[in-house]
C-alpha cells in the first residue's frame, strides 16, 4: 500500500509548488479551510498563483495571509468577504480577479473535476457575468456558458480520513471541500482526525482522488461575522 500519511505541510508539499501554479481550495467562508497547508505555501513563498476558492480569507487568516505576502496574482472566487487588502489589491489594479456566482463556481470545480470542460447555466445571463461567453436558447429560455475548472493542486481540510485517504467533511465544509478535492492533479488533504476505519456509506470522497495526508495543526473555526439578538426575556 502506498504511503500517503505525511509528517507536515513542508513534507507534503515538497516537490508540487512552483511560481504560476494554480491552485483550488476548499472551505466556505472561513469554515473548513485548509489552514495548516496554506501556512505551508506561506513558507514556502511560492508566488504568482491562481487561487480557486469560495472565499478569499480575512487579512490575517486563510487565502489573505498568501494575499498580504503578494503570493497570489489572480482568484477565482464567489465571495471576498471582510478581506481589506484584497479590496485595496483589486481596486488599485495589483490582483487579478474572476468573479463568479457562488453555484457555478461549485458546479465548475465539479465539472472540472469530471472531466467535463463546460456546460450551459441560466445564473448570471444578462448581467456582467455573462459578458463575452457563448449564448445558447434551450426550450426557449438563454443560457450560458462556463468552463470546468482543474488545478495544478487541491488542498482540502477534512474531519476525519483514513490511512488511505477516504475523507468525511463536517456540515458546511461539504460545500466546496469534496468538489475541490477531485479537481486538482494532486490532491493534499489536511485531516482533524485519522480513524483506523470509516463507514463506507459515510465517506463523501473515495481515496482515489487523495495523494497525500496530514495531520492539521491548526483548527481555528473562526467565525467572520458573528450576529446575534437579545435572548428574550
Not at 497570489?72 to 478581506?83: D, F, L
Not at 488511505?164 to 471541500?177: D, H, I, M, P, T
Amino acid at each position: 500500500m502506498v504511503q500517503k500519511i505525511y509528517s507536515d505541510a513542508a513534507s507534503a508539499l515538497d516537490g508540487l509548488l512552483f511560481d504560476g501554479m494554480t491552485i483550488v481550495a476548499g472551505g466556505f467562508g472561513l469554515c473548513g479551510i485548509p489552514e495548516t497547508l496554506i501556512d505551508g505555501i506561506l513558507a514556502a513563498g511560492t508566488t504568482g498563483i491562481t487561487a480557486i476558492s469560495n472565499n478569499a480569507g480575512v487579512d490575517d487568516f486563510g487565502l489573505g495571509l498568501l494575499l498580504r505576502r503578494r503570493q497570489i496574482k489572480k482568484m477565482i472566487s464567489s465571495y471576498v468577504g471582510e478581506n481589506k487588502e484584497f479590496e485595496r489589491q483589486y481596486l488599485s489594479g495589483e490582483l487579478e480577479l474572476e468573479f463568479c456566482p457562488q453555484g457555478t463556481l461549485a458546479e465548475r470545480i465539479r465539472a472540472g473535476g469530471a472531466g467535463i470542460p463546460g456546460f450551459y447555466t441560466a445564473t448570471g445571463v444578462g448581467t456582467l457575468v455573462a459578458e463575452g461567453k457563448e449564448l445558447k436558447e434551450f426550450g426557449g429560455m438563454t443560457y450560458v456558458l462556463e468552463t470546468g475548472l482543474t488545478a495544478d493542486l487541491a488542498l482540502v481540510k477534512a474531519w476525519r480520513a483514513d490511512r488511505y485517504g477516504n475523507l468525511v467533511f463536517r456540515k458546511s465544509a461539504r460545500n466546496f471541500n469534496p468538489m475541490a478535492a477531485t479537481a486538482g492533479k494532486v490532491t493534499i488533504a489536511e485531516v482533524e482526525e485519522f480513524v483506523d476505519e470509516l463507514d463506507p456509506d459515510h465517506i463523501h470522497t473515495p481515496s482515489i482522488y487523495v495523494q497525500r495526508l496530514i495531520a492539521a495543526t491548526r483548527n481555528e473555526k473562526r467565525i467572520e461575522r458573528r450576529t446575534t439578538s437579545a435572548v428574550p426575556a
